[in-house]
């Protein structure tokens, strides 16, 4: 696609991008359910939902805002103001989460193996929701908008600085609950398997998203 290319069905774009942020919040509510511990992204979130008693969507708003924040610090005048709508799309992550955790509260998971049920339906609905996302190709979720600032900034290849990224959030919070908490909060074998399985089945949806946006979005 040039660059020209996304200016094109922007109303349709808009949709996708909402979409792909409800699959991704449902995805999280999932992850929440299983209590396996969470995705990396929503690791820092639930600890200090756990410590705030604020619930995750809000928590997650929260540190989506402060991402944006530190976009524009980064990048001053390179920062690309149209990406101020992670804001309001971040209110609708944050909001979706709630609303996801409240849909599946009835859920009832009693063993082991029904946890990883939930935590396989959370990371494939978080992978979907990426490559959506992706595919409307208007905004970047503030996490990954940090990585991408920050990419600008030093040498490094997106991928790697996503996983120092990650591994950052993961530190956070797990010495966060321990500080505060005295335990691990939200990290556990779960949040290992979504830091590696989340982009492998994002690659792995990659094409059949691609033929939907050449046949509807080109």
Not at 5 to 17: D, G, T
Not at 22 to 40: D, H, R, W
Not at 50 to 77: A, E, K, P, Y
Request: proline fraction near 3%; aromatic fraction near 8%.
């Amino acid at each position: 696609m040039n660059e020209k290319e996304p200016l094109k069905h922007i109303p349709a774009r808009c949709v996708l991008v909402c979409v792909g942020l409800t699959i991704m919040a449902f995805g999280v509510a999932f992850s929440i359910k299983a209590s396996l511990g969470t995705s990396p992204i929503s690791s820092v979130p639930y600890v200090t939902s756990s410590i705030s008693g604020l619930s995750v969507g809000t928590t997650t708003i929260i540190m989506n805002c402060i991402f944006v924040l530190i976009q524009i610090m980064l990048l001053r005048s390179r920062f690309e103001w149209f990406q101020l709508l992670q804001i309001p799309a971040s209110f609708l992550f944050g909001a979706m989460i709630d609303v996801g955790e409240a849909a599946i509260g009835g859920i009832s998971c009693s063993n082991y193996l029904q946890q990883w049920i939930l935590c396989v339906i959370g990371i494939f609905l978080v992978a979907l929701g990426v490559s959506i996302e992706v595919m409307a190709k208007l905004i970047t979720n503030a996490g990954e908008g940090v990585v991408l600032a920050i990419c600008k900034l030093v040498p490094v290849k997106f991928g790697n600085m996503k996983v120092v990224f990650d591994v950052t959030l993961v530190t956070i919070s797990v010495v966060t609950g321990l500080l505060v908490l005295g335990r691990l909060e939200g990290v556990r074998e779960g949040t290992v398997a979504a830091a590696v399985c989340v982009g492998l089945v994002a690659k792995q949806l990659a094409k059949p998203v691609s033929r939907f946006e050449q046949k509807y979005l080109a």
